[in-house]
């Protein structure tokens, strides 16, 4: 048995926990903040069969997206 633990962003998580839950997989939703722009993420918690672990593996890369965003900072002339 094995306990998976999943930071995702929160954009991705109702998808996720549906293709788990759809795949018979019992899986637990947090609510968490972190990050370097303190965005809200979810964390997952998955109890599975050691057999199964790639199964959640690959719901959680097919259902789970990288992102790229871009930020304008402001620096004053004296910091330069």
């Known amino acids: ?3 998976l633990l999943a930071v995702i962003q929160d954009v991705d998580a109702d998808a996720t926990i549906k293709a788990l839950t759809d795949a018979s997989f019992s ?3 947090i ?3 972190g990050g370097f722009f303190r965005q809200g993420n ?3 918690l998955c109890g599975t069969d050691d ?3 790639n199964q959640v593996l ?3 890369k097919s259902t ?3 992102r790229t965003e871009t930020v304008a ?4 002339p004296s910091h330069m």
């Not at 900072?73 to 004053?76: A, E, K, L, T």
């Open 1 to 3: 048995m094995k306990m």
């Open 27 to 29: 899986v637990t939703r």
């Open 31 to 33: 609510g968490t903040t």
């Open 42 to 44: 979810t964390t997952l």
């Open 51 to 53: 057999h199964k672990v």
């Open 58 to 60: 690959d719901i959680l």
């Open 64 to 66: 789970c997206q990288t």
């Open 73 to 76: 900072f402001n620096v004053h």
